[in-house]
T-cell receptor, first 114, second 115 residues
Framework: GDSVTQTEGPVTVSESESLIINCTYSATSIAYPNLFWYVRYPGEGLQLLLKVITAGQKGSSRGFEATYNKETTSFHLQKASVQESDSAVYYCALGNTNTGKLTFGDGTVLTVKP | GGIITQTPKFLIGQEGQKLTLKCQQN?????MYWYRQDSGKGLRLIYYSITENDLQKGDLSEGYDASREKKSSFSLTVTSAQKNEMAVFLCASSITSGTYQDTQYFGPGTRLLVL
């Protein structure tokens, strides 16, 4: 079946430092899945951060970027300069366009120190 | 905008008990989902429904039933609660499902504790 592996947390960085959270995927029944990053801020529900549905394209939101790399089957999340308000749990997810299902990674807890 | 409401927020049950979780959405979305999340893990799909009265099994459907009574509501029943089912249950909805995957919008979750 489909699977997603992401950086094991917790990850702690200082404010204004750069960040990368790794995500790699395996899609067994589909050549071009859709890829997503979801985020859960403290006290809030899970929400979409960004999505990319075309291989080779980059998605961006709130200063975060992720590029859909089919060659390395990766969708790493990056930010050049994090803020304390970025502290949250980040989930990488793969969307199977045959079944419509999302497969989630285990999540990465990010803490940004002031 | 819209909102997804899940009730109850916390559900405490006894081992072997039948327990029902409810979800309402006012996005007018066609597709609704139930996920289970264990501590420190990702979400796993239990059931989804692409329209009223439709039900599709996810990867974790054994031990659960679901019902899509109307477009705006989707309920999940734990048929016989087990101690290892302490988890958070998340409801989500999207405009459609299938080849073009719309964003899924999530509710706040129901936390289940089995005594």
């Amino acid at each position: 079946g489909d699977s997603v592996t992401q950086t094991e947390g917790p990850v702690t960085v200082s404010e204004s430092e750069s960040l990368i959270i790794n995500c790699t995927y395996s899609a067994t029944s589909i050549a071009y899945p859709n890829l997503f990053w979801y985020v859960r801020y403290p006290g809030e529900g899970l929400q979409l951060l960004l999505k990319v549905i075309t291989a080779g394209q980059k998605g961006s939101s709130r200063g975060f970027e992720a590029t859909y790399n089919k060659e390395t089957t990766s969708f790493h999340l990056q930010k050049a300069s994090v803020q304390e308000s970025d502290s949250a749990v980040y989930y990488c997810a793969l969307g199977n366009t045959n079944t419509g299902k999302l497969t989630f990674g285990d999540g990465t807890v990010l803490t940004v120190k002031p | 905008g819209g909102i997804i409401t899940q009730t109850p927020k916390f559900l405490i049950g006894q081992e072997g008990q039948k327990l029902t979780l409810k979800c309402q959405q006012n996005f007018n979305h066609d597709t609704m989902y139930w996920y289970r999340q264990d501590s420190g893990k990702g979400l796993r799909l239990i059931y989804y429904s692409i329209t009223e009265n439709d039900l599709q099994k996810g990867d974790l459907s054994e031990g659960y039933d679901a019902s899509r009574e109307k477009k705006s509501s989707f309920s999940l029943t734990v048929t016989s609660a087990q101690k290892n089912e302490m988890a958070v249950f998340l409801c989500a909805s999207s405009i459609t499902s299938g080849t073009y995957q719309d964003t899924q919008y999530f509710g706040p979750g129901t936390r289940l504790l089995v005594l």
